[in-house]
């Protein structure tokens, strides 16, 4: 390593965010990028640690001390080039992944990891800024003809590389722009969409065609679209959200997130809410239910929007503030994490099961609780009552959507819901399609579906080529 000692001398530094009283009057970013210098400060904490579980943390498996050294030294164009070879987006990483890495940092036994995440994120953005990531496109075509349904993160991945690979790719979007989940979920505040818009212009200019407003299995049928390419690669993630089947959810005011925060992005992007029913949290006692990313995602949406109140509800308890490091590290840890969302006026409640969604002429009025303990039974007399104008359902995602292509392809499902295929070969049991991702995996996060796009381009490319040509 460069600086053997740096861990020793120099601390833990992250960016930090605007005030919360000036970023909740915008949907823009907030976190402020370190100075040049003290990346590569940070960068030399790395220690040579003997082997890197850093490594094992990343889902793409990023090089992460070799680029932590690249930058020290002040190669950026090296660590680019680097961070590339594992990961086709860490744009989009940089600002959105919980960062499992830093969880396995040696340092963290510590509470003192390397800013992994920061350090990526600057290389990358530095990268656009100096004009070094520009397309790549193939030096021969193959002359296969490839469907990627879906333009999520795995979608995206998948295409770039088997576009790379000499591919003639085809992407599929039913919405009105490529991203997926990306676009229409995370919030402007958390990644602004522009960073989507010019990977997709470089895709674009490495042959990658993207047909957006175009729903498979409605507008263009399954099977013309099996017939009509040598590969198609399922990659439509798992949106079938987890609902809660109690008395009054039929009442108006009861939404799943996922009909909550594509509407403010497309009010973001200027795009139609495509939907007769706008959700605003203008005024009103919003409830969110669901302690996840989703859920604090909700949070700064409704606080933005200008809500007189934000409580988010749990059901398990409360984690502890710090976890025990020599039972949990390097695996990620299970502690209680608070988001910037949350610091921007929220209140959380932990173990509580919601009964009932009473309302008044038809709307959501309030919600009848009661605590839980940690087996999940009911605590006696401990009933009490939330105000509720607005509830928002984050309680994540059981599976894709079954209705329409999966029926139409009629893939096998695993015992969860998804298509089933493994991680080897990516195949379903449909000959030629392929499946990764949210829609393969089930849920989870951005930086996995990234992995699995790449995978599966690789599998597909060795099913058409017998060899690949893609690097591993």
């Known amino acids: 390593m460069g600086k053997v000692t740096g861990f020793l001398e120099i601390d833990r530094q992250d960016r930090k965010y605007k005030p919360a009283a000036d970023r909740i009057r915008h949907y823009r970013e907030f976190v402020i990028p370190l100075s040049e210098e003290t990346t590569r400060n940070q960068a030399s904490r790395c220690m040579d640690c003997g082997i890197p579980f850093c490594h094992n943390g990343c889902p793409v498996n990023n090089q992460i001390p070799d680029w932590n050294d690249l930058v020290y030294h002040g190669e950026w164009r090296r660590a680019l080039v680097n961070l590339h070879s594992t990961n086709n987006f860490p744009e989009f990483t940089g600002r959105v992944c919980p960062a499992p890495c830093e969880a396995s940092c040696t340092l963290n036994l510590q509470d003192q990891p390397v800013t992994i995440k920061t350090i990526e994120c600057a290389i990358v953005d530095r990268g656009f800024e100096h004009g070094w990531v520009v397309p790549e496109p193939p030096k021969r075509k193959t002359g296969k003809r490839i469907a990627v349904v879906g333009s999520g993160p795995a979608g995206l991945a998948a295409a770039q590389q088997l576009g790379r690979a000499g591919h003639d790719v085809h992407v599929y979007e039913k919405h009105a722009k490529p991203g997926g989940l990306l676009r229409y979920g995370i919030p402007d505040f958390k990644m602004e969409k522009h960073l989507i818009d010019r990977r997709v212009q470089q895709m674009e200019a490495e042959g990658v065609a993207f047909h957006c407003g175009v729903h498979v299995g409605v507008d263009l049928s399954a099977d013309d679209l099996v017939a009509g390419h040598d590969a198609v690669i399922l990659a439509g993630g798992a949106e079938q959200p987890r609902d809660l089947p109690i008395p009054g959810r039929e009442l108006r005011g009861v939404h799943f997130a996922m009909d909550f925060l594509p509407q403010q992005n497309r009010r973001v992007s200027g795009e139609p809410l495509s939907t007769n029913e706008p959700i605003l949290a203008t005024g009103k006692h919003v409830v969110v239910i669901g302690g996840g990313d989703t859920g604090s995602d909700c949070i700064g949406t409704s606080v933005r929007q200008g809500a007189l109140s934000v409580t988010q509800l749990e059901i398990m308890p ?121 829609m393969r995996r089930g849920q989870s996060l951005v930086v996995w579906a990234i992995r699995e796009g790449r995978q599966c381009a690789h599998a597909v490319d060795d099913f058409l080529m017998g060899e690949t040509n893609l690097p591993r």
């Open 318 to 438: 409360r984690p502890p503030e710090k976890e025990h490091k020599l039972l949990t590290w390097p695996d990620w840890p299970l502690r209680l994490r608070t988001s910037s969302s949350h610091e921007e006026g929220s209140a959380r409640e932990f173990s509580v099961l919601t009964r009932e969604f009473e309302g008044k002429e038809g709307a959501v009025k309030a919600l009848r609780c009661v605590r839980v303990d940690g087996k999940m039974q009911e605590e006696p007399g401990s009933e009490f009552k939330i105000k509720a104008d607005l509830v928002l359902l984050a309680m994540g995602f059981v599976s894709p959507v079954r209705e329409g292509l999966l029926e139409a392809l009629a893939v096998d499902l695993d015992s969860r819901g998804n298509v089933a295929a493994d991680t080897r070969v990516y195949q379903s049991s449909r000959e030629k399609v392929f499946a990764c991702g949210d």
